[in-house]
């Protein structure tokens, strides 16, 4: 297979790392030509995981999108979820038609309300079965660190998904495989929103005791939409088979909501402690998907109608300017 990476942040660089690792040379579009010059001579991104070293003969790198697309069997997708449709909508329509599709993406197109593969599907007709999804509790920074990590690969046919999550097993990265790509997309979605939720507890002072049973209850709501969202797209047999204390959606949720490696986390934190939507933005220079995932899961709850109410008060808070205290106050009172 060839790989190529589309993306050249934190999360894409991490992949392009354990790709490489595994013996894999990638085809790698960065936007920034001065970016590409950096790396081919110094062998390291400058702007993410500096840390993180890479044996230059595997990569294969280019400004154009075009290129690395054409050049690639299997694409690996890490941009964030605002950035797609200025990243792929220039492609021809044809140009995906054989290929395979891993989706890194832990957030909502916010410009059209979709997930990848829906974006995908209206923009190329590109079919579900060729889509893919590699998520998990992973933080980059642990990767460059080669701390043992997890990553759960989705895909409808599994035979598939194992083949291509092999590319990817190193000795610091193990590999889940499991057919549920709705779920894992949506849990991730979610589980920024309720990491900035803890975030924002954090930044208001609140101790663990308060966010022990915070994360708790954002697990049971998680749960409930993903159950409402499965049951409209499969069937009882196959609702069976999903673990919800899986790390793909329980153990995600957790490491987000703890670890200081979260930007979603940091975001909220900043939120708490009063500043504003805008300047939490360009004090963090990174995006923190929660912040749109929020109202993209507001608007696609009104179809669902799944009972989150912690979802809806960080959409509050973020989105109709309501006082991050009062917000909190509202969440204290339906804890369990």
């Not at 933080?139 to 194992?162: C, M, N, Q, R, W």
């Amino acid at each position: 297979m060839q790989f190529g990476v589309i993306g050249s942040g934190s999360w894409a660089t991490a992949l392009a790392k354990i790709l490489t690792d595994n013996g894999n040379t990638i085809h790698w579009w960065i936007r920034n030509a001065d970016t590409i010059h950096f790396i081919q001579q110094r062998k390291h991104n400058p702007h993410y995981l500096s840390s993180a070293y890479f044996d230059r003969s595997q990569l294969y790198l280019s400004d154009d999108i075009k290129e690395v697309v054409a050049k690639s069997d299997v694409l690996l997708i890490a941009v964030p979820s605002a950035y797609v449709v200025d990243a792929l909508g220039k492609l021809d329509l044809d140009v995906l038609k054989g290929k395979k599709i891993i989706s890194a993406i832990k957030g909502i197109i916010p410009s059209t309300n979709q997930l990848l593969n829906d974006y995908l599907k209206g923009q190329f007709d590109f079919p579900i079965e060729d889509y893919f999804t590699v998520l998990g509790p992973c933080h980059a920074e642990e990767v460059a660190a080669e701390k043992l990590s997890y990553l759960t690969f989705s895909g409808i046919d599994e035979s598939v998904a194992s083949l291509i999550a092999s590319h990817f097993k190193t000795n610091y990265l193990n590999t889940v495989v499991n057919h549920d790509i709705l779920g894992v997309q949506y849990a991730a979605i979610l589980k920024n929103i309720y990491a900035l939720g803890a975030g924002i507890a954090h930044g208001l002072e609140y101790g663990d005791n308060f966010l022990s049973v915070y994360i708790a209850n954002a697990a049971d709501e998680m749960v409930t939409f993903l159950k409402e969202l499965v049951w409209n797209n499969e069937t009882e047999e196959e609702q069976k088979t999903i673990n919800y204390a899986a790390s793909v959606y329980l153990g995600d949720l957790l490491v987000t909501c703890y670890s200081l490696y979260s930007r979603n986390r940091t975001f909220g934190n900043m939120i708490g402690k009063g500043y504003s939507v805008k300047a939490a933005q360009l004090e963090l220079n990174m995006v923190a998907e929660g912040y749109n995932a929020s109202k993209c899961i507001h608007k696609t709850n009104e179809v669902i109608k799944a009972k989150i109410p912690i979802a809806d008060t960080i959409y509050q808070i973020l989105w109709q300017q309501i006082p991050a205290e009062e917000g909190f106050g509202k969440i204290e009172s339906f804890l369990v």
